[in-house]
């Protein structure tokens, strides 16, 4: 019998499950885990039933696209609540905000400043110093009007 015929799969599929899980602690973005069910399904229905490499691996890779698959959309019917839904939208967050006009509008077109930074603008034609109010935002360019 060689080192291989010997092995226990099992255990390697929950050591491999608890290693993922523990990745997940470690760098969170909900994937790890549903990889580390897999894993672990794995390890269980090889200890029920053992059988070749090639089949774990099969039945791993099955489980993990049907856990990944589940997972992601018991999180699109259930999205998180969070105290600030536009945190992650940079542009959606300046919406009312009064900036002033960098260089001038004309034509609908110009540049603002925000912060420390300059982005470009569509609206109402503005001379540069004007105030204006960011009104929508479409990627990196903001619509504003007179303030």
Known sequence: ?????????????????????ILEILVPGIFLVWMAVAAGITGLVVAIAPMPLAWQLGIFAVLAFAAVYSGR?????????????????????????IVTVESAIEN????????????????????????????GADGTCLTVEAA
Request: glycine residues 10%; hydrophobic residues 45%; proline residues 5%.
């Open 73 to 97: 959309r018991v999180y699109a019917r259930n999205p998180v609540e969070s105290d600030d839904p536009r945190l992650n939208e940079r542009a959606a967050r300046l919406i009312g905000q």
């Open 1 to 21: 019998m060689t080192f291989f015929q010997q092995l226990d799969y099992h255990w390697w599929w929950l050591l491999i499950a608890a290693a993922l899980g």
């Open 108 to 135: 609908g077109k110009g540049r603002v400043n925000v912060g420390d930074g300059v982005w470009n603008a569509r609206g109402p034609d503005a001379p540069s110093g004007a105030k204006v109010r960011v009104v």
